[in-house]
């Protein structure tokens, strides 16, 4: 198993910014992609953006220009740099990594358990 572990979610207004960190641990020999989807009530988890261990990124079109996805690989985490947050931004947020344990030669698929964002118009 692999915890993901995210953190700095909460309540900002239009217009401010928020910082989500999403650590790593357990057995990992080496992650792959990382990235982060959300979800809003009634909706389906989307994807807001993804970056690989080389440093490719990919945004959801809602998000770009806004938001910023970076990773620190020696530390197995992942960020996500929120700014000018609109109320649509407004889900959870789950952080999302494809890692190699030790011993393995298949990725697993491993997720956090979900940080809230509000953003209040």
């Known amino acids: 198993q692999v915890p993901l572990v995210e953190s700095g979610g909460g309540l900002v207004q239009a217009g401010g910014s928020l910082r989500l960190s999403c650590a790593a641990s357990g057995s990992i020999f080496s992650i792959d992609a990382m990235g982060w989807y959300r979800q809003a009530p009634g909706k389906q988890r989307e994807l807001v953006a993804t970056i690989t261990s080389g440093g490719s990124t990919n945004y959801a079109d809602s998000v770009k220009g806004r938001f910023t996805i970076s990773r620190d690989n020696a530390k197995n985490t992942v960020y996500l740099q929120m700014n000018s947050l609109k109320p649509e931004d407004t889900a959870v947020y789950y952080c999302?990594?494809?890692?190699?344990?030790?011993?393995?030669?298949?990725?697993?698929?491993?997720w956090g358990q979900g940080t809230q964002v509000t953003v209040s118009s």
């Open positions: 999302n990594a494809d890692a190699y344990l030790w011993g393995t030669v298949v990725p697993g698929d491993y």
